[in-house]
């Protein structure tokens, strides 16, 4: 290496400071990891029947007269609701004031003598086929003590293999009472993912096994509140979604002369503010997590066991013990599982109360408030699920914190923040989330295209909220929003969906703007100069940062050829509101596991910590991802974990978060590109673990590494600045050629 053409650059900043203003960052496509200098890397092609034994089959007996087909179509999938007449709740604006308008009794009557009913909807998916999840819950079930006074009334369905004597070709109904689990009911193979299918299983349900008290959970993967609920593997994983949820629930309501005490969600990513809304006209309490929810799911011994002890306790009691016992069940499973967790239960009397005053929030906000500094303000939300461009995005913030990061608009934000807690009566979190509200709210954090904004169009359960998300859709699709103007959104209308779904100014020609990156212009969101300035330090500068969220800076590793290995993204930068500029922070170090460099991607910075991903090679198996965590207080690195991520075409949460036990092995992996638009996969040493994993920094091997800042546009859009060159010593000083590429 020549060095007469080098300058040392002088840093000036200390190495992980918090005093400086460091950033968030997210989403690069190739964000897939690297580990190790380019001469470590080896190129290579990315390419039962225990305690089931005195189950009885009563073919037919407690069906003959009990079953009431719902009727309608069950072509469903993934389908957008919209007739008034399947939904049990509509919202309305009059003289500039939410109205909302339920489906209510003027006497509620309990259905039936006995104490209580449970009925599952067990959507078994590959949870069941890959591994019994689904089993191996109704095991713990059976293993509670008996009771006469609880009944669990089981739907089995939606997974291609089970691993006991269910009939993966059959929608089957098990009976669990006083010890015994017996066949009552089967029928021919139906879409778990259907309105049709769980109002027919309600239907009969409450027709046969009613209660004074009953209760419905939902089992399977969950993705939020655009894509639902309960993945069908046999129907091409098509989902619940909450607008089909809503239909089949209202569907049997006329058939109840009760609410269900609680719905509940032993699935991931479902305590979110639509999913309440839906809920609330059927059921007086929400079970649900805001974030991923492990394998094991709910303790069920200790929730029958509960209410073995104390039949009598309502669904706030029994939610509370709920609360706890999963938090305590995703300890046993893991800590990873633990520190991530979060469980709420929701007082579904209240969501009314929350809709109105966070209407009144976002109406101030949103006249009042700079789209800049809102998006900034609501990005620094604590986020559920996958909020990167490997592991998929979820969109999913959180309420609470959205309303406390705008709370400097008004006392109408600071109401609706203390609304919200009023609603939400426990909340179990773990360390990442421990600021946790209890409630999510869709996003567009990076969006996903017009399907997904039509159906949150249907779901939204705020206009002024919906207004905002619009806006940010039209300055994605647009470049802008200077000449948004979409004043119909916020006009008296008999249906704020069945409006919002017709006035939209984005819906049905959006596009995707997850993984699509450009190169930044001069003018483009205020940039006015990118350049070096007298220390080295590679600066881009500008007019104003109105438009800009955040900014990242990106790495990649000279390959000596003609291409380089793709390094990540991390905070390295420094925001500087006062010069309105944002300069590099690089200092030569970079990430390691046991040595091997890694390939990393933000997915979350809360106060205290931030949270990354890295692509890896699972057991040379399977493709994955492992989430690490960066302590900020204590200035240390953990490793949280295995987590697949979100399902590219159906949207589907990888349920678990698995902590890697001793002699598993991952072998870190690394994106290649070449000047000639070439790109491959590379993989480092295999690491096998063997106790804790150790990461820390390290300087970089002695060679060129190409560096550029990803800019973050408020409306979810990614621009580029040109590559430079970076040289790291055997040292780890870093030298600086001065030139763009």
Partial sequence: MDRRKWEKRKTGTAKKTTGALLLLTALLTGSILLSGCSAWLMSEGMDGDEGWSDYEEEEDEGYSGGSATIGGDSSYQSSVLEDNSLKGTVISQENGQMQISRRSRDEEIPMGDGDW??????????????????????????????????????????????????????????????GDLTLVDEKSEANMGTASTLADFLSWGVSNYPSERMGLILWDHGSGSINGVCFDEQYDYDSL?????????????????????????????????????????????????????????????????????????????????????????????????????????????????????????????????????????????????????????????????????????GQEVRDASQTLQSCVLYTMNGRLHKNASGLSVYYPVSIQGSEELKIFSQICPSNYYYALIDKIAYGAENGSAADYDNSTLLSDMADINEWLGEESGFTGDVSTNAGEFADIEIGQMGVSDIYFDEDGIYTVSFDNMDELAYACCSVGMDDDADGFFYLGTTEEVIYDIDRNCVTDNFDGSWPCINDNLLALE????????????????????????????????????????????????????????????????????????????DEDWYYGDDIVVDGDLEITYEYLPEGVYYYCFELHDIYGNVYYTPFTLQYVDEDGEVWVDGEFY
């Fill in 117 to 178: 009913t449970i009925f599952v909807y067990l959507c078994g998916s590959d949870l069941e086929s890959d591994g019994g999840a689904a089993s191996s819950d109704i095991e713990e079930a059976f293993a509670a003590r008996g009771s006469g006074q609880v009944k669990v009334v089981y739907q089995t369905g939606g997974s291609y293999f089970w691993y006991q004597n269910i009939n993966e070709n059959r929608v089957q109904r098990y009976l669990l009472e006083d």
């Fill in 241 to 409: 979604t909450l607008g089909e949820l809503d239909h089949a629930l209202n569907q049997v309501y006329d058939q109840m002369t009760d609410r269900f005490e609680f719905i509940g969600f032993d699935a991931c990513l479902m305590s979110t503010l639509e999913t309440a809304n839906v809920l609330t006209p059927y059921a007086r309490y929400m079970y649900a997590s805001q974030e991923m929810e492990p394998g094991s799911g709910w303790d069920y011994t200790s929730l029958l066991n509960n209410l073995a002890a104390n039949p009598d306790q309502d669904g706030a009691q029994l939610g509370e013990k709920v609360c706890r016992e999963y938090y305590d069940h995703c300890a046993d499973y893991g800590f990873g599982s633990q520190r991530s967790a979060t469980f709420s239960i929701i007082d579904l009397s209240k969501i009314d109360d929350v809709l109105i005053s966070m209407n009144e929030a976002f109406r101030v906000v949103y006249e009042q408030g700079d789209l800049g500094d809102v998006t900034r303000a609501v990005l620094e939300a604590d986020s559920f699920g996958g909020n990167s461009v490997s592991e998929g995005y979820s969109n999913m913030l959180d309420l609470g914190n959205m309303l406390d990061q705008l709370s400097g608009y």
């Fill in 602 to 677: 933000l997915v979350n910075t809360m106060d205290s910590c931030s949270i990354y991903t890295c692509n890896v090679l699972l057991n040379d198996e399977v493709e994955t991802n492992l989430r690490i965590e960066y302590d900020w207080e204590y200035d240390e690195w953990s490793v949280i974990g295995i987590w697949d991520g979100i399902d590219e075409e159906t949207g589907m949460a990888s349920r678990e978060v698995y902590e890697l036990q001793d002699g598993d092995v991952i072998t870190p992996a690394y994106y290649w590109f070449s000047v000639d638009d």
